[in-house]
């Protein structure tokens, strides 16, 4: 530690100075901003309400007092746990009380007018939000545990969605009417994004072993994967319609198999080609790194290639592949929205149909499961990579 | 000569041809385009959506990697390190959310047009820069610090004439990863009538004239490769010039 680094330390030694700066935006976000939009219809611009206006007094009186609470308990230097609690409560407080504002707001007949969180929640439900996933890396939780943790929170959030509480918000009055469409939409997008990466599994082992046997295979295999990944989405899908059009139209057992130049198939083969490149790299370069002691001492014990490559080189390897498997299903989990584009479906449906209608909420019920979906595989595999490191 | 150079050449010969004098390529795709419908996309002059489509690109990168490498530069400095693992998640955590989300959900703030597209660009472009800076900022070693701290220069010296030169490949790393996926975006833009080259493949989507389609999609993906190869070669002439 330099000598300006431990004063700066010493004299901030009562205030941490992440938890004072999200406390400060979070109480002046309610405080100042709308807390809630009030819209006449799904299309029309809302207007702004303050947290007093949209909430009862009893309600909004609370929610000011649990939020001030916690702004001074992570303003502090405390125990992690307690910053994690502390920004968990009123997250979830905020979100409760969010779900009450229409009853108070809008007349029961009223089947048109959406109200929707405005900035002032936003910034106080990200800032509290902030600290409790800082909490979670200052806890320095086993891979385990963090599963654990986001298990915990994903049921919570589920739990508050099914309880009703959030009923009567806009996103939820988008996902009503389409609640058969959404299962629908949501099944495809795991069969896209989840299917995809793991075809591109199935043949990129088998490449990125070729890759690390031969490396007069490895240049142009890697090079011509490089090329794929650069091309746009949309351009690649683009691209595989006309071929995979006249496939179906001139084989069979092709379009018998649900092969056809729009829908899932160039989607699903444009997705796939995608994630090789990040798999075969990956193979590639996990065995190159397995510190060549350790191949030796197999082979010195008498183990034929195979064997040194199942029991030795593969484990070793497993952490750096795991890694870039957590890199390849995010970005592929994201970019299987643009597949609604060619009529493939998934959640990117929702978006477009949303940006063609000006209708933001349709827009966040399909980004709102992409991102949430997207998070928890990252998590999850980055405390697989962990666990398989240790 | 090898055959990626060739290839190289080949693909920017014909892109040049291509955007010149479309007519030469229609007899190559009238066979996809539908009985009757045109087969070269006349709504707009292909050259001007090209030079608009990376125009676009080129604005928002400049603004990320001014931002990006700023960004990476406060978290690495005594002041700002006890923000540095936060923009770390946050960063993991924005790289998560697809551009397709950003880029609608900028629509109901400032309307349609180029401008959702230019700040979904730059929020996007954001993340590569910084996480590539931040990785090439802890690339300098020790003992050129010490050294650098030895021959008597201030932290903004040793900043500006050994940290940022070594840190320089990375950043440009990230660059081409903000690029790649610029293009990308700034093609999706279109649905939210940004005037870009997803407009001939839009128009062939819904027309369904794959000649639209195949010469849009082919143009945007020359493009990405061609953009992609020239920050590549600027990444390794910077690690050439500045060896750890």
């Known amino acids: ?390 | 000569m090898n055959v990626a150079f060739v290839a190289r050449v080949a693909l920017i010969v014909s892109v040049a041809a291509f955007l010149a004098a479309p007519s030469i390529f229609e007899p190559l795709l009238r066979s996809l385009a539908p009985e009757g419908a045109p087969v070269i996309y006349r709504h707009a002059n292909l050259a001007e959506l090209t030079a608009l489509h990376l125009g676009l690109t080129a604005l928002a990168l400049a603004a990320s990697a001014l931002v990006g490498v700023i960004l990476a530069i406060s978290v690495t400095q005594p002041w700002g390190r006890e923000f540095l693992p936060l923009s770390r998640s946050l960063a993991n955590a924005g790289q998560t959310f697809p551009p397709v989300a950003v880029l609608a959900i900028a629509v109901p703030a400032v309307g349609f047009g180029a401008e959702p597209t230019l700040i979904a660009l730059i929020i996007y472009g954001i993340l590569p820069v910084f996480e590539n800076a931040l990785a090439g900022l802890g690339r300098a070693p020790a003992r050129a610090l010490e050294a650098a701290d030895a021959c008597g220069m201030t932290r903004a010296q040793r900043l500006r004439k050994v940290e940022l030169p070594l840190a320089l490949p990375a950043i440009l790393a990230g660059l081409r990863l903000a690029a790649i996926s610029g293009v990308a975006t700034a093609t999706i833009g279109s649905a939210v009538a940004a005037r870009t080259l997803g407009e001939v493949v839009f128009a062939g989507l819904a027309s369904n004239n794959l000649a639209y389609v195949v010469q849009g999609a082919g143009l945007i993906a020359a493009l990405a490769i061609l953009i992609s190869d020239a920050l590549l070669a600027m990444e390794r002439k910077a690690a050439e010039a500045f060896p750890v």
């Not at chain 1, 197999?298 to 029991?311: C, V």
């Open chain 1, 1 to 390: 530690m330099t000598a300006i680094e431990a004063s700066a330390a010493a004299g901030s030694s009562t205030f941490d100075r992440l938890g004072l700066l999200a406390a400060g935006v979070a109480i002046s976000g309610l405080a100042l901003g709308p807390f809630a939009t009030l819209k006449p219809n799904r299309i029309l611009d809302g207007a702004p309400v303050s947290l007093f206006a949209a909430l009862s007094p009893p309600v909004a009186a609370a929610v000011m007092l649990l939020a001030a609470a916690a702004a001074i308990v992570v303003a502090l230097r405390t125990p992690a746990l307690l910053r994690l609690l502390a920004g968990l409560a009123v997250a979830a407080a905020l979100l409760i009380a969010l779900g009450t504002a229409p009853s108070h707001l809008v007349a029961r007949d009223d089947m048109l007018a959406r109200i929707g969180p405005g900035w002032g929640f936003w910034l106080a439900f990200l800032a509290f939000a902030l600290v409790a996933s800082d909490a979670i890396v200052r806890l320095r939780l086993r891979p385990l545990m963090r599963v654990a943790a986001l298990a915990l929170v994903l049921a919570g959030a589920g739990a508050l969605f099914a309880s009703g509480a959030l009923d009567d918000l806009s996103l939820l009055k988008e996902y009503a009417p389409r609640a058969q469409a959404f299962w629908s939409e949501a099944r495809t997008h795991l069969l896209l994004s989840f299917g995809s990466v793991a075809a591109a599994l199935t043949l990129g082992v088998p490449l990125g072993l070729a890759c690390h046997f031969s490396p007069r295979f490895e240049g142009p295999a890697l090079g011509f994967l490089t090329a794929i990944q650069t091309i746009p989405s949309i351009a690649l899908f683009a691209l595989l319609i006309a071929p995979l059009g006249w496939l179906a139209a001139n084989l069979p057992s092709a379009s018998a198999v649900g092969i056809s130049g729009v829908g899932i198939a160039p989607a699903f083969v444009a997705l796939t080609l995608y994630a090789l490149l990040p798999v075969v790299a990956g193979v590639a370069s996990a065995l190159a790194s397995t510190p060549r002691d350790a191949v030796e001492a197999a082979r010195a014990s008498g183990m034929t290639e195979r064997q040194a490559l199942l029991l030795v080189k593969a484990p070793l390897a497993a952490p750096r592949l795991l890694a870039s498997l957590r890199v390849t299903l995010v970005q592929t989990i994201g970019l299987a929205t643009v597949a609604a584009l060619i009529g493939a479906g998934g959640f990117g449906t929702f978006v477009f149909q949303g940006m063609g209608q000006t209708a933001i909420d349709l827009v966040l019920l399909g980004a709102v499961p992409t991102v949430a979906l997207a998070f928890a595989a990252s998590v999850a595999l980055d405390a697989a990579a962990e666990a398989a490191a240790r």
